[in-house]
């Protein structure tokens, strides 16, 4: 047994010897451009021209998107913008307008045009006004005061 042991003893000493053709073998396997195993993944090589096309293509369809997306909160943001001008424009019709009473807050009152051009501001709607109809030529507006003294244009006339 002792003369065993001895060989084993010299063989751990000199090293593994791999019993393969060192010509057939990988070092680092794990580095090759292809699969190195009978069942290892079937490696492809990338068209690259194809892979950054695509890439491209996927760009310019998510900026388009985005794009498209900016350009409707715009729209949004000019028509909230072309509301709130309107509503200032009558605001100051109606702080112009003859008013026989103090207006209430939450009320609907109707906006009317003289025939000298001045405005008139009423609780009578164009509709309400019975047989003799209305006084007033132009009905311009049906309008809601809102709590904070602006108005809200219900219905608009206003040319």
Request: net charge negative; charged share 25%; hydrophobic share 35%.
């Amino acid at each position: 047994m002792k003369k065993n042991e001895e060989e084993s003893e010299e063989k751990g000493k000199k090293g593994f010897v791999n019993p393969i053709d060192k010509d057939k073998i990988a070092e680092n396997p794990h580095l090759l451009p292809y699969a190195h195993t009978v069942g290892g993944a079937v490696i492809r090589p990338m068209d690259k021209g194809r892979t950054k096309g695509l890439a491209v293509e996927a760009m310019h369809e998510q900026t388009n998107m985005q794009l498209d997306q900016l350009r409707k909160q715009m729209e949004l943001i000019a028509s909230q913008a072309q509301k709130i001008q309107k509503r200032v424009e009558v605001s100051e019709m109606i702080y112009s307008a003859d008013i026989g009473f103090k207006p209430l807050i939450n009320h609907v009152y109707y906006l009317y045009q003289k025939e000298d051009l001045t405005a008139v501001l009423s609780v009578i709607g164009d509709h309400e006004w019975g047989r003799s109809g209305c006084p007033y030529p132009n009905f311009l507006a049906q309008v809601r005061l809102l709590a904070d003294h602006t108005w809200q244009i219900l219905e608009d006339h206003i040319p």
